[in-house]
C-alpha cells in the first residue's frame, strides 16, 4: 500500500480541482438566492477558476521546474483549501468570485505538477499502472463533479460543494508530505520566468471575458465595453512583444507556424465551448423552469460525461492506428452535432429527456476528441517542446471553457429575451435578467410563469445553436489544418491518454473532461 501512496496523494488533488471545474453549475441557483447574485455575477463564479487555471498553468509548471514540484504542489494544496474555506464562508458574489480565483491559482499549482510527480515516483510496469489510473480519476472527476454538487447542495447547501475540500486537502498533504519525495528540472533555474508574458496574458483573458460578459447585458456599444475589449487587446500585443522578445518565454510562437499545432490548438479551444460551456444554462433551466431538485439536475448531466468517459476509455485501442485529423476533426464534428440536436429540440413544455440524445452525442464526440489531442499536440512540436505544448493544450481548453461560458450566456440572454417578447412580456430585459439568475419562481409568483417556458426554450436554442456552430467551426479547422502524418520532429511514443507525450511515460487512459488532458511540462526525475 506504501508503495501507491504517491498516486493516492496525486489522485486526490486532480481528482479535487477538476471536479471543482463541474462541481458548482448545479449550485448556481442556490447560490443565487443565497447571495442575491445576478446572471453576470454567476458566470464569474463559474469563468474566474477556469481562468486562472489557464492564465497561471504554465507559469506555475515553470516555477516548480526551478523551486520543486513538490514543494510547489504542497503550496497549491495548502491555497486550493484555504480559498475553499474562503468561497464557503463568502457573504456576497464579489467575495465569492475573487476567493474562486484564488482557488484556482491553487489549482494550477496542482495541475502544472502533478504529472511529474507521478513520472519521478514510479518506474517500468508501475508508472504505466499509476498513468492509467490518474487517467481514469481525471475521466471520472468531470462525471462526478454535477452528482456531488448536487447531493450537497440539495443536503448540506451549496457551500459544502468548497467545505467538501478541506478533508481531501488534509489527506492530500498528509500522504505527499509522508510519501512523495522532491523532484525539479536541473536546468529549471537556467530557464527563467517569463513574469511580463503571465501577466500580461492573464490580463488578456480578464479583461476580454468581461467585456463579453458586460457586453450580452448592456450591448457593444456600451463604453466600458469598450473600453475592457480595447484593454484585452493592448494586453494581447503586450503579450506577444513579451513571448517574442522574452529570454525565456512561456510559450515558443514559433511553435504556431506548424499549421498542425494551430489546428490542435484551435480544436483543443472549440471543444471545450461545443462540449461543456452551455451546462449552466442547462441546470439552470432545469432547476428554474423544470423544477428539478440538485440532485435530478445533476444526474441529467451524467449522461454527457460518461459517454466522454466510456469512448476514451475503451475506445482508444480501437482507434489507435486512426490520424489525428480524423480522431479529433470527427469528434468534434459528433460534439457540435450533438448541440446542434439540442438546439433543434427544446420546446416550450419539453422536459429533460428531449436533450439526451444530443448529449449522449456530445459527450461521444468529446471522448474521442480529447485523448487524441494530447498526443497530436505532443507529435507536432520537437520532443524538447513536448512539456510546452502539453501546458498550451490544457490552457487553450481551458481558456477555451471560459470564453464559451461567456458567449454562450449572451447568446442565452438574447434568446430569453426574444422569448419573452415573443410571449407578450411588457419588460422582456427586466424579465430574461430575473430568469437567467434563476428567480423563475418569482414570475411564477406575480402571475408571469407562461412566459418561463417559452423564454427558455428559446434561451436554450440559441446557447446550443450558437454551441454547435463553433464545435463545427473546430472540426473545420482541424480537418483543414492538421496533417495526416506526424511533423517530421515529432517525437515516438506518445499514446493518445493523459500520458501521452513524454516518451517514458505512455499512460493509457481517459482524459476527456473539461480540462482533464496533458499535464503540462516535461517530467525529468531528479
Known sequence: MRKWLPLTAVCLGAFMLLVDVTIVTVALPEMAAGLDGSFAGLQWVMDVYALALAALLLGAGALADRAGRRRVYLGGLGLFAAASLACGLATGAGQLIAFRAVQGA?????????????????????????????????????????????????????RWIFFINLPVCALAVYATRRAVAESRDPHGRAKGLDLPGTAAFTVCAGALTYALIRAGEHGWTDPVVLGAAGLAAVALAAFLVAELRGAHPMLDLSLFRDRTFTGIMAGALLLSVAAFSSLMQISLWLQSAEGMDPVAAGLVLVPLSLAAFAVSAFGGRLLHGLPPRLTVGGGLLLTGAGAL????????????????????????????????????AMAAVPP?????????LNTARQLGNALGITVLGAAFQAGLVRGLSGAGAEDADATARALASGRAGELAGAGLGHLVEPAFAAGLRAAFLVSGLLGLLGALAVLVLVRTAPAAGASAGHGAGPGA????????????????TQQGRTPVRS
Open 106 to 158: 491553487g489549482g494550477a499549482a496542482m495541475f502544472a505538477t502533478t504529472m511529474a510527480l507521478l513520472s519521478s515516483s514510479y518506474q517500468g510496469r508501475d508508472r504505466g499502472v499509476a498513468f492509467g489510473v490518474w487517467g481514469a480519476v481525471n475521466g471520472a472527476a468531470a462525471a462526478a463533479g454535477p452528482v456531488i454538487g448536487g447531493v450537497l447542495t440539495e443536503h448540506l447547501g451549496w
Open 384 to 392: 524538447a517542446r513536448a512539456g510546452m505544448a502539453g501546458g498550451a
Open 341 to 376: 440536436l439540442m438546439a433543434l429540440m427544446p420546446g416550450p413544455g419539453d422536459g429533460w429527456p428531449v436533450l439526451l440524445p444530443g448529449l449522449v452525442v456530445a459527450g461521444f464526440g468529446a471522448g474521442l476528441a480529447a485523448p487524441a489531442l494530447a498526443a497530436a
Open 501 to 516: 507525450g513524454h516518451g517514458k511515460a505512455p499512460g493509457p487512459g481517459p482524459s476527456a473532461g473539461p480540462g482533464a
